[in-house]
T-cell receptor, first 115, second 116 residues
């Protein structure tokens, strides 16, 4: 079945370590997104990518990095520069790059905890 | 920048009753999309319903319907005949139709409890 796969589902990290969250989609979608979710808050956009080898910062990009080497994959690296990385991370994709392409489809999320 | 506001952090409803969740948004654009997403305890975001701003008719999906008031910038979700499986966090979201690669802007969410 088509969908978005995020891994790992749960991840623990020591302070000072970089970690990479995986996001893979087989929907043939052009655009991909990373959102962060904290308790009591809505989703905030970290980065998004419209096409391969291109991506833009969202509202809270500091301390994060991404790459888009393949259409299907959009990994997110949480670096040691991110001061408060404990959160739930959601990856999403949409069919096209225009707002007219409608809704975003989401993965099941990754829960990152910094020890 | 667009903003989305959900003024009800929590709501509760009795099973089989009707509940309405509120959402307001702020934008200077005339062409956009509005969505309601549901996030159950599994945390996966599920699309409930969508509304295109240039369509005057309110969207409906089975037991879910919206009251879209474009002039008032209001987009409420009505759930009829509430079921236990409707218990979840509900997010209202906005997406511009004009900007290439536009992102989804979310409200803070409303936690809905369904009482048996």
């Amino acid at each position: 079945d088509g969908g978005i796969t995020q891994s790992p589902k749960y991840l623990f990290r020591k302070e000072g370590q970089n970690v990479t969250l995986s996001c893979e989609q087989n929907l043939n979608h052009d655009a991909m997104y990373w959102y962060r979710q904290d308790p009591g808050q809505g989703l905030r956009l970290i980065y998004y990518s419209q096409i391969v080898n291109d991506f833009q910062k969202g509202d809270i990009a500091e301390g994060y990095s991404v790459s888009r080497e393949k259409k299907e994959s959009f990994p997110l690296t949480v670096t040691s520069a991110q001061k408060n990385p404990t959160a739930f991370y959601l990856c999403a994709s949409s069919r096209g790059t225009s707002g007219r392409t409608g809704e975003l489809f989401f993965g099941e999320g990754s829960r990152l905890t910094v020890l | 920048a667009q903003t989305v506001t959900q003024s009800q952090p929590e709501m509760s409803v009795q099973e089989a009753e009707t509940v309405t969740l509120s959402c307001t948004y702020d934008t200077s654009e005339s062409d956009y999309y509005l969505f309601w997403y549901k996030q159950p305890p599994s945390r996966q975001m599920i699309l409930v319903i969508r509304q295109e701003a240039y369509k005057q008719q309110n969207a409906t999906e089975n037991r879910f319907s919206v009251n879209f008031q474009k002039a008032a910038k209001s987009f409420s979700l009505k759930i009829s005949d509430s079921q236990l499986g409707d218990a979840a966090m509900y997010f209202c979201a906005y997406r511009s139709a004009l900007t290439s690669g536009s992102r989804l802007t979310f409200g803070e969410g409303t936690q809905l409890t369904v009482n048996p």
